[in-house]
Every structure is written in C-alpha cells, then in structure tokens.
C-alpha cells in the first residue's frame, strides 16, 4: 500500500492512459487496494463545464479514471505499464446536482467484484458533503 505522502508525490498522469484535456483527476488522497479516493479541481478550461456546472459526462468521467487510478496504482507496485482499459456498462446512475465551476470535487470508488478482466465498481462524487452522482460501472481491462 501506498501512504498518504507517497500518494501526493505520484504524478496523476503516470497512472491513468487519459491525457490533457481529457485528465479528470487532480491527485489520489486514498488508497487501500479496493478503494480509493481522489479529488479533482474544476476549473473555468475544463473540456466537461457547461453553463450549469460540470456536467454528467465529466462526473462518469471523473469516477472511471478514479476507477482507472487503482489498476494504476497495482502495476506501479508490481513495476508494471499501466494497462489501457474501458468502460464497458454504465448502470444505476443517480444524479443529484452538478458541481460548479471553480471547485473541488471528492470521489470514492469501491471495487465490488473482479471477474478475468472485468471489475465492477460503484462510484460517488462529492462537493463538500454533498453527493452529486452515483453509479455502478463495469471497467474492462485489456489484458
């Protein structure tokens, strides 16, 4: 496992394939193999922030990257590429609010099931204590 600092010293970008624009992660606070935390900062360039906030695609995209951190963060420890993976379903979506602009957004991921390359995840953002999405996914990693 990973502390706290060490997790702050790991750049986002060597864990996750996105790449700017399209990074929605600003750095991981938590990590414990089957969950982890991450933040993002929304500021006034990002690609998903519409009129009335940062938008439902860029919440699902917020929480497959954070999904994406934590296969990142295995190959790191076992000295691996990370490995490109996909969203392959979405289900169970609730949205309660979009984010504005100009804050920072808190997202949890607990792996629920791991099947061959198959993991399913649930997902739920925050703005302070507020839950602004929630969902399941399934991530299919190319082996």
Known sequence: MFSAQELENIPVHTL????????MI??????SGKQIRTELDIDEENIFLG?????????????????????????LSAGKEVPL???????????????????????QVEILHEIFNITLI??????????LLECEMKIVINP
Do not use: W
């Open 16 to 23: 996750i394939p996105q790449r700017e624009p399209i990074v």
């Open 85 to 107: 993976g996909f969203i392959g379903g979405i289900t169970k979506v609730k949205v309660y609010e979009l984010a504005p602009a100009l804050c920072t957004v808190h997202t």
């Open 26 to 31: 600003s750095r991981v606070t938590a990590y």
């Open 122 to 131: 649930k997902g739920k953002q925050f703005h302070l204590e507020n839950l």
């Open 51 to 75: 009129k009335n906030g940062f938008s439902e695609s860029g919440m699902l995209e917020n929480i497959a990257q954070t999904a994406a951190a934590i296969v990142g963060l295995e190959a």
